[in-house]
């Protein structure tokens, strides 16, 4: 099933949440300034994929389309449909769409519940395809969690049981789990949560060998949201003072699990430390390369804003700033270039289709640094008037708005307004927490490179070289 | 005269300003949310001031001690410890300190009045002397004004008159002056607002060539404050939850001079092209080099934010992230090291020592490169945490306090609280204005690039080359 | 037909050609120290594609199997099967395998000829075809030259005629072209050189509208071969000494063009301006899509060595070394990844399947930044003595030999000899022609940017930032 | 005492030494063509110290005027004439003046052999005060050589003996000394030799620590030069082929010590620990430190290159190239700026004035990324042509010389010959074994940034922190 964003919203509006905003409970979830922007984005995510057969495949499973981020890619060409699906997102609301983890989890979950049903005769496949029909059916929005608080970072998980999610109570008709995760987007606007393990384990450290759906509903599931500057603007309100008004700044929330109980029918990995491997290596991979595509979008966003704003200055003639427009598109184009080799040249695993591994690696680390260096040519763009600039509410005043306003044109081609909307949302890309989570979305940079330090055929190039120089 | 940060903020209190924040004028202005910090902050440019006589020298046109920022300095030592002041404030206070666009005026306006007054026979440097001892024995705070807004870019001054700051009438007794002034970090906290030109200015453009200081108190001066994300969260108050409660963000003004009148004895250049070239030159090159050294300060606060984050985690001993701490440190030193090197180097114009302006321009490119990959490092550091992170207001929720406490503690040394504490500067770091204000303070990177091509000896490079070749 | 490596040798020793080296006219060309290596490398691509069926695919054409670099591509696998055969390539050799541009010339010909038959009903596809049907039949080595000398840049080619490959005399049977194409990589080994315009030209300069095929052995073609020290290096001779002994440095030459003759039946392109751009745009952006996948096949030969290096040094435990190999790898499969992405995303021009252009152009970039990054990383794994190592015939010297032996060995797993090959081939990366030719192969980063301005879709990236924000 | 250039190397003329070139022992050293460039460099060192006072200060130990080189500097100011001279001297020469290691050594060995007489009541400083008036009085030319050649590294010395210079019998008169030091410029062409250890030691190893000077006629030193492409080149002369052909490449050899007798008088330390930690610190900082000095004058070099190449192209008044060269001013005056900051903020030691160590090494950071910088700069403004032009021989030959000139012209403000000049000159630095030498004179960026790790005050910086946070 397809149902619209503002189906979803409807949904969403007859569940009953724990949520917290700024040390307060919240009521009327869906309708909280800093919820709200979350719930926008997550419903176009629902409206695109109706727009464009691409984003809407059909799936054997429940014989129906489904939404793409709900599907189960078989084909290089079902990968690259999802990152398209991602970049344009990403450019048309230059923010997270949240559920590109629930996508990165049904592509990891899939291939490692079938494993552990092949190695050991088990059912966790069954159990997962059951609930996968239901999210295709019902066209549920699906995120997922991984980062364990952690604790001391000296210690080991056994030495700080509490700082990750473990089985607190094993119940013939479930498990009950405690701990927190946290980095979590959106994940209070979900349907679904999907919990997974937050690295390898070694042997002795089964408890935390853990994989799960949760549903926000569950008794004990509380979201702590994040509170950066931008939520204090948006709980100001206004109408474009906010820089990205609807969509807002990518919202994270650190989920906490009290004693919450699991049916085992939820449950999907347990006790086995190759299924965590599995689930982990997929998920990174997959979030990885699919955050090379979401950075191409995002770029492009910018890459739009400042071309916008050298027309709004009178600027978009001179050539070292045309240059540096040139230099961006060519950082987009690189990044998503890289996601769609990775596709292409990616590996069938128990019927879920992989990316690359070195290549989605190599994309993470190309789009830390692009986009890096897109903020940087943006900024020096724009001039410094994304910090400093006036408030649309001195426009609206009215002993000094008239006098903002003629001073705060430009070019004659745009109205002060324009301009402004334009200036506050190049401040949000700059003064955003989209560069934190552009450089640790899916892992840091150095994790990415230890990654591909093991990844690499070594071995092959050091042949290649011993055959030329005949060592 | 050395006053107090106290005996600053006192006499701030008497004085009546119009400052409109977030479009409504202020009452109470230095008690404001917004402006609190900004005062704080050049509170302690007098309180430091007092603690080490390097940063009041004794001031021969006075007879007494002086803060640094408003003297006259004359050789490189004092430019030295000018630096040194910069550095320690920007390690102190994570912010702008707000008077050294004060400094920079002041040591750009007197060789300028007196070559002037040399060439023409006026009297415009016995003018600024009689201003700058006022200051002096008041021991008043001085910003400076330059950035005009504008307008459309693709037209000349003459044809967007109203978009400089231009004389509207010359009467006998003075001038009446109109415009906007954008980017103006803190002038409304400061007791004398020099204005000065944006650019050089053509034969025929006479009338832009101006400076003068201005009060605050001076009927048309309207302040009208930026309002980013992080005056949202000062707005809404809290102990520790703004990242940086006690000095703030970097904030700045838009000035608006509606029909001001300023009389003659402080008007410094009037309808003056080669003095707009002298005053320009010499102010964008001090503000340059002091920008250098203010940013190694800032990167010497992100220094210790990122080794003290890595002790709360309990990685202090990891390897490689001891390394981006040893390269953090490298690039505050470099750009440290340039201003060093700027003001050995200077030279003396009319009694005033100026930096070295080649080195000056190159600080400033260094410095935004360095400011950058700091970011970088610090974020790489941190994790995804100080973006992602639960407020001090959940810390204090009934419901979820607890949790939130347990769950954010790390090392055993390091309380929630501390740690939190940490993790909300750091936040402050990699979201606040800071980032566009190192790129775009003292002009672009691209800007001082041209200005290198016209700066350097370049025949000299060729000559050598063809010796060299026997070319 | 596929003849081996051998057979190409032999049937190149049995033309005569008008070579120069170091301002003397070679005799025995194919054997001469620094004609050889380019002989050598030619030499395998003629194995490695009797050694894989993707490197050979059957052409409909002449109906038997081909070599990869002389058939048209005409899907997306094609290119892939290309771009895999040019990285191995380069791994393999560590230089230039000097035939891309020939492959690249065919992929460009095809269609413009097809265009302008299309357009004008003339017959040069015809003509094209003739010619490629016997190059695959031969097993011909075709390369591709475009460069014109230029002259003064500050002139048009009007004003500048001689400096642009033109026509002289226009005859019955043919053209008579005078001109000099420089930077030809390995023209004077090949069997056949594609002549291509340098640029796009205007109305009114249609005469050097002009692309042809050239036979090395068209009276009046010469050809002087640069002169680096590394081919001062070879002609010494040595065993191991010059560092990649066998295939040694990118080795071009300046074609001169001395009033040659070409029959009607090898032009191509004549007097027209649309052919001309087609075929220029197509050539850049296949040239520059090969060139990342060539920079792959470079970097993993690097990386080869530097892992070899660590190992031979006792190194190879070392995190922080292990860390840049890690980087190594990730550059490598960004740069092929997006090769792969231009290819997956291609299009279809008149039959001949081309690269997206603007990941071809990315790729370009993010190819030479790469390349960059790794020749330094490879120059800190290996420390200082790829420089400053004695020679192989130290090494043989009775006196010092010994010692020398003694001295220069590290890790008990590799002799003397093996270290100081490997050491000779790290030498030879970061100190011969190659980093120039990354960054100058296909067109310089600058002009690659300047394409990706002209190429994008800004007005797309513009809407979406306009939809977004109500504009 | 000043002698001139021809006076050393008349002096030079007398020695005999043991010097290989390419597996062979060199007859008539000075006049050997690899040998020649090194010697024509430090020639100029005699040559320059004469023209300027600023070079050769007046020395009290001698009471005359010696060669800043061999002078022991008192004060910023000395240090600031000596960064003067090193950048002159590089920016004249393109290339290494070789002797800047003896400057650090006798900077570096004057505190202390002083430290440990005032430690142990010895009489090293008297030792070396007398070698130090020698030199002073004759005018000596100094290198020091630092790096053993160490084995396998995963080994400590004392399991490595023979691959550290060590003492292989104590006698009455004096010690015998065995070893190999590699990565040594221009030793052969110098009147002494001081060897200093290359790291510090642990108790237990005290037979390394070790420092003395040697002459290069002592029996059983011998010298086995580097052999690169641009010796080959070099020995097969010409006019300018060379592309340096009067200072040629920085060449560095292996200096054998074959049980080379050093009489007590010319042993500095000997078996002390610490005095091996204070002059490898000391060295260290001031290589480091004039390194950044001499970079500058190499960018300076590529500057005057860059710019006469866009002459010699009609490219002069390109904005975007122009841009470049105003990039390269920068990367040069950040670079010596540090150097001149790190003088002025220097520290004495035991009457040497060294400079701040944290500068020294943030400047050897800077130093070698901007020169990579400046090294992509220049190739991208000179194109491909340094690496694919023909010879000047061509230009010689009677067949093409003509057509060669011809089309090798460009502005008609440079003669062919005059463009070919500057060309090849570019060839020189884009090829020679400059880049490696910039990474690793001095020791690795890695070895400066944790240097920069134990150097650090983050006490002082995570102080500022917590005051400011109430921590």
Chains 1, 2, 3, 4 share one sequence.
């Not at 990968?79 to 990165?104: K, P």
């Not at 789009?367 to 724009?382: P, R, S, W």
């Not at 002993?399 to 401040?427: C, D, M, W």
Request: hydrophobic content about 40%; glycine content about 8%; proline content about 4%.
């Amino acid at each position: 099933m397809l149902i619209s964003g503002n189906e979803y919203i409807e949904r969403l509006s007859g569940y009953e949440r724990e949520i917290f905003v700024k040390g307060e409970k919240v009521e009327d979830f869906v309708n909280n300034p800093n919820v709200k922007p979350v719930v926008n984005s997550i419903a176009l995510t629902f409206d695109l994929a109706k727009k464009r057969d691409e984003y809407s495949p059909h799936s054997d499973l429940v014989d129906e389309k489904v939404n793409r981020l709900n599907y189960v890619n078989r084909t290089p060409e079902d990968l690259m449909a999802r990152f398209d699906f991602q970049r344009e997102l990403s450019m048309r609301m230059g923010t997270c769409n949240y559920r590109c983890t629930g996508a990165d989890a049904i592509g990891a979950l899939y291939p490692a519940t079938k494993e552990v049903d092949e190695r050991l005769g088990t059912d966790y496949h069954e159990r997962f395809l059951k609930l996968l029909k239901e999210i295709q059916k019902k066209d549920y929005a699906c995120t997922a969690a991984l980062t364990d608080v952690k604790g001391d970072r000296a210690k080991r998980p056994k030495d700080s049981r509490d700082m990750y999610v473990h089985v607190v109570e094993k119940r013939e008709d479930g498990i009950v789990v405690s701990g927190a995760k946290i980095h979590q987007s959106g994940a209070f606007a979900a349907d679904i949560n999907f919990v997974l393990p937050t690295q390898t384990f070694r042997e002795g450290e089964e408890e935390f060998a853990l994989a799960f759906a949760a549903v926000p509903e569950d008794e004990g599931i509380k979201y702590i949201l994040q509170n950066t500057g931008y939520q204090a603007k948006f709980r100001e309100g206004g109408e474009f003072e906010q820089g990205n008004p609807k969509y807002g700044d990518r919202i994270t929330c650190t989920v906490l699990f009290d004693n919450v109980f699991i049916p085992w029918e939820r449950v999907f990995i347990f006790e086995d430390l190759n299924a965590v491997r599995k689930s982990l290596t997929n998920f990174a991979n997959s979030h990885r390369c699919a955050g090379a595509a979401c950075k191409a979008g995002f770029i492009d966003s910018m890459t739009g804003a400042a071309s916008l704003m050298l027309k709004a200055n009178g600027l978009e003639k001179v050539p070292v700033l045309r240059q540096k427009l040139g230099e961006m598109v060519g950082i987009a184009e690189a990044t998503y270039g890289i996601a769609i080799g990775a596709a292409t040249k990616g590996w069938d695993d128990h019927g879920a289709w992989q990316p690359n591994m070195l290549m989605a690696n190599a994309g993470k680390i190309i789009g830390v640094e692009g986009f890096n260096k897109v903020i940087m040519h943006l900024a020096d763009i724009a001039g410094g008037i994304p910090v400093t600039a006036p408030s649309e509410f001195d426009l609206k005043n009215p002993e000094i708005g008239k006098l903002v306003e003629k001073y705060l044109q430009a070019s004659p081609n745009f109205t002060t307004v324009e301009r402004l909307k334009i200036i506050k949302f190049i401040e949000f890309w700059a003064t955003s927490s989209h560069l934190l989570g552009a450089i640790h979305g899916g892992g840091s940079p150095t994790a990415a490179i230890i990654f591909l330090q093991y990844l690499a055929d070594l071995a092959e190039k050091e042949e290649a070289v011993k055959e030329n120089l005949d060592l």
